[in-house]
């Protein structure tokens, strides 16, 4: 019915009485005047991408039904809702609503169902407007809002399902005790702590089924459970310890994840022969697996992950149905279990951190089941040839072993993969040349830590979804393949370590979403010229060009075109990580001296490692604007000049390395009153005066100094003679620049002028000193008298001061 318009239900006829048109596809916008049908009984309309309007008044009087479930509401409920005394059930689910639940929701008498879950209202809520409610059958509240349940002493005797998730709720509601007909109860996502009152496992002893009290605080051990005809258990994400309960008979789902259970799985478990779901990751059990799980031949999903089970999965080779197994993060010690080659309807398979070892065989085509789309192994002591995915994975990793031998080109033949994760082998021989182009969805390709050799292959899709591309740590050569900019969606390339022979590849300053960008431990050469892209590597964090043969002037209008690195507030809030598809991007980088892995990657972490090069010229005094820095190395080059004092305007600076250059003049006093700078080398220049003291500089030993013996105070051994003053003179070309308003924008001024193009770009990348400033001033007539004649001012303020 997307062709038809909900404006025409204007026209609908006043002595309708039913009007159903769930899931319709439906779109724009109802007309209010359907709220007002003399004669309407039962109005659904869920599932559609339609507006609805409340009227403000004139309800119609007779309606026992409103199904609105994920529609789009403008605002909040209007107090005139309350006109529809004969409502019976009202279900406005996921609709966007806001504001606060009103209270003339009491006036709903007849009401049986009440949902408004997954909304956005706002604001504290009396419990009591619930109190009126007696015929109440079903009550969800599953929003973000205080719930004021004080004396919650209110009698829901019809009360069948009851859910109040995610409202703030410190304790179980009192009124519970009082609902002998409860069927379903979801108190998950509150912030309930202690232990489970004694009166709770009274609750429904007859009636109650499913069980939700997930995401809360609660703590203690679980006795046997009371209930008869229990079905659904969600106890996960809690403190609860202690042995691991048993369930009823009836169970079909079981979690107790992200606990501290502790002992072995009970043997009463493998009674439970209706268990379909067994989910117990992240709690302290131990022991081997019990055989007799093997028996429920109903399970379909068994997570056992980030325990301490020992021995071998022989127990599980009788499970049929098994479509999911994660056993990751054990101390399991087996051979790699052929039975689940036999399983027909596996789907997902979860080894990694554990002690399996061999060869899986034959390596060819090792699985049976068709229906594999996840399959992990990694950080294991498997070896032998690579195997290969069946053509339905979608996710599969094989990292952390010790596989051998070339990558075969049938692994092409996986056509739907998503995430593929070679990395840590000893994988070796060129790379197929389908490998970069062989899937459509292909987002992660991870090949680090092996030793292929021979050119990065240059075919790669039109549509490519590659999102993450790692090919570090290899003996890959040769030049960087163009055919990458048809991936506008990377995020992440790191060729670290590697034998790759170009210049800089300033063509993929245009890729919309690279953040990452690792070159380090190459051959790559010669300048870093300007971009030329308006704004070049927009979302640019990590800038890692360390360790080549790259030359001439800094790449100063690079690093002053990183936007990503000068908003402070971009990605505040909530830790975020990189990644995406079950895949967590990781990257190796030089962090306080140290080469350090970051197997998380924070979406505000941002860094910028130029050393080991043969960079000249200055630091920009605009340095200052990268205020989201956190790292900056531009040690082991060929830099002069000052220091800018704007570095101190680095504030979320953590480590700062210049080592190695030629810097001259004092440190300015401004870096000792950045905060967060936890490492600071500044040793083998040229600089001196006295160390300027601060919080941070006075944790700092002497290797951060060293090398300069104009330096003195501490931690040096060198005493300072009196009179000698902290902050550093500026040098004349920085008073320059801030007379004409920052070093960036004078050079652009003084490319205006002159003798064409080539002149221009010179003077764009070389840093002047005074004397320099003169004698090309003097090209450009009346301007060139101007600025000699201001250099001359400048200069004698200086020696002045």
């Not at 994760?421 to 070796?428: C, E, G, H, T, V």
């Not at 790669?460 to 999102?467: F, M, N, Y």
């Not at 690792?518 to 300007?530: C, D, K, P, T």
């Not at 060009?545 to 800094?554: A, D, I, M, V, Y």
Request: aromatic letters at 8%; hydrophobic letters at 40%.
């Amino acid at each position: 019915m997307s062709a038809v318009s909900p404006s025409s239900f204007v026209n609908l006829s006043s002595s309708l009485t039913v009007f159903s048109a769930s899931m319709c596809d439906l779109h724009g916008e109802l007309p209010p005047n359907i709220f007002r049908l003399p004669n309407l009984l039962d109005l659904d309309l869920q599932f559609n991408d339609i507006m609805v309007s409340f009227p403000m008044s004139n309800w119609s009087k007779s309606v026992e039904s409103l199904t609105l479930s994920y529609t789009s509401i403008s605002g909040k409920i209007p107090d005139s809702i309350s006109e529809l005394k004969n409502l019976k059930i009202l279900d406005l689910s996921n609709c966007k609503l806001i504001g606060s639940i009103p209270s003339s929701l009491a006036n709903l008498t007849e009401l049986t169902r009440l949902d408004l879950s997954g909304n956005e209202f706002t604001g504290v809520l009396d419990f009591r407007v619930f109190s009126t409610l007696k015929n109440l059958q079903v009550l969800r509240l599953t929003v973000e809002l205080n719930l004021d349940y004080n004396n919650m002493n209110y009698i829901f005797p019809e009360l069948e399902t009851l859910a109040l998730s995610s409202c703030n709720l410190t304790q179980f509601p009192l009124f519970l005790k009082s609902s002998r007909k409860l069927g379903e109860l979801d108190l998950s996502k509150n912030k309930i702590s202690g232990r489970v009152p004694r009166w709770f496992w009274n609750l429904g002893k007859d009636t109650l089924f499913s069980l939700d009290i997930s995401s809360n605080l609660i703590e203690g051990d679980i006795p046997q459970f009371p209930w008869k005809e229990l079905a659904v258990v969600d106890l996960s994400d809690n403190l609860f310890q202690g042995p691991l309960p048993t369930p009823p008979l009836p169970i079909i789902f079981f979690s107790a994840g992200q606990n501290s259970f502790s002992g072995e799985i009970p043997s009463s478990f493998c009674k439970l022969s209706s268990l379909s779901y067994l989910l117990l990751a992240n709690n302290n059990l131990s022991g081997s697996i019990p055989h007799c799980l093997g028996n429920l031949t109903l399970l379909s999903e068994l997570d056992l992950g980030a325990n301490k089970f020992e021995g071998t999965l022989l127990p599980l080779r009788n499970c049929a149905s098994l479509e999911q197994l994660n056993v990751s993060y054990n101390k399991i010690n087996d051979t790699f279990p052929k039975w689940l080659l036999e399983v027909p309807s596996l789907w997902s398979v979860d080894l990694q951190f554990n002690e399996f070892h061999g060869q899986i065989d034959p390596p060819t085509a090792p699985f049976l089941a068709s229906t594999l789309g996840s399959f992990s192994i990694a950080n294991n002591k498997f070896e032998g040839p690579l195997p290969i995915p069946p053509p339905t994975t979608l996710f599969y990793s094989i990292a952390n072993n010790n596989f051998i031998g070339e990558i075969s080109h049938l692994i092409c033949n996986a056509t739907e993969l998503v995430v593929l994760d070679l990395s840590n082998n000893n994988l070796m021989g060129t790379l197929p040349e389908c490998l970069m182009s062989f899937s459509k969805d292909l987002s992660v390709l991870n090949l680090r830590m092996n030793m292929i050799q021979g050119v990065i292959p240059g075919k790669i899709a039109r549509d490519s979804k590659l999102r993450t591309l790692d090919f570090s740590w290899n003996r890959f050569e040769g030049t960087l393949p163009r055919s990458l900019l048809q991936c506008k969606s990377l995020e992440v390339l790191d060729l670290s370590n590697n034998r790759m022979e170009d210049t800089f590849p300033d063509w993929l300053e245009t890729l919309p979403k690279l953040q990452v960008l690792v070159l380090r431990s190459n051959m790559f050469h010669g300048f870093v010229g300007s971009p030329r892209a308006a704004r070049p590597f927009p979302e640019l964090r990590i800038f890692d060009l360390s360790s080549n043969n790259f030359s001439g002037p800094l790449p100063v209008r690079y690093i002053m075109k990183l936007t990503t690195m000068m908003n402070r507030d971009q990605g505040r809030g909530k830790l975020q990580y990189m990644g995406g598809n079950g895949y967590q991007d990781s990257v190796m980088l030089t962090m306080k001296g140290l080469e350090i892995r970051l197997v998380k990657i924070l979406t505000i972490f941002t860094s910028i490692d130029l050393s080991n090069n043969h960079f000249g010229g200055e630091i920009p005094m605009d340095i200052g604007s990268l205020k989201s820095l956190k790292g900056l190395n531009f040690s082991h080059n060929n830099l002069t000049g000052y220091i800018p004092p704007s570095t101190g305007n680095l504030t979320d600076l953590e480590w700062l390395d210049l080592s190695s250059n030629q810097f001259i003049g004092k440190i300015p006093r401004e870096l000792a009153d950045l905060t967060s700078l936890a490492f600071l080398n500044l040793s083998e220049n040229r600089l001196i005066g006295p160390i300027p003291l601060g919080p941070q500089f006075n944790t700092f030993k002497s290797d951060s100094f060293v090398g300069n013996p104009g330096l003195c105070g501490f931690p040096l051994p060198e005493t300072c003679k009196s009179g000698s003053r902290e902050t550093p003179p500026l040098s004349i070309l920085q008073e320059n620049d801030t007379e004409h308003g920052g070093w960036f924008e004078w050079r652009a001024m003084l490319m205006g002028y002159g003798c064409g193009t080539v002149a221009g770009i010179s003077l764009g990348y070389i840093v002047l000193d005074s004397r320099k400033l003169e004698r090309i001033a003097g090209l450009f007539d009346g301007e060139g008298a101007k600025m000699r004649r201001k250099s001359r001012r400048n200069a004698r303020r200086s020696y002045q001061r």
